[in-house]
């Protein structure tokens, strides 16, 4: 049983690593997106600004989850 508390545990936490960068890309994607769509250049930096918020905040969500569980 031990192993398998190790590989769920490691699939957690690699989850925990892809999301930041995941959320800034799909922000930054959305925003540059937009600005194509549009013509403009600022949306590409404010969608990158709520990827990295929201990016945070589930971090946050995950890592508080993980204690309540612990």
Same mark, same amino acid.
Request: charged share 20%; proline share 3%; net charge neutral.
């Given at each position: ?11 957690? +936490?690699?989850? @925990?690593? &892809? $999301? #930041? ?12 997106? /937009? ?6 250049? +600022?949306?590409? @930096?404010? &969608? $990158? #600004? ?12 995950? /890592? ?7």
């Amino acid at each position: 049983m031990p192993k398998d508390n190790l590989f769920r545990d490691l699939g957690k +936490y690699y989850h @925990i690593a &892809f $999301l #930041l960068p995941a959320c800034i890309l799909v922000g930054f994607g959305i925003g540059y997106g /937009l600005d194509k769509l549009f013509g403009t250049g +600022y949306l590409k @930096i404010i &969608f $990158l #600004l709520l990827g990295v918020a929201a990016g945070i905040i589930e971090v946050i969500r995950e /890592l508080t989850r993980d204690d309540a569980a612990n």
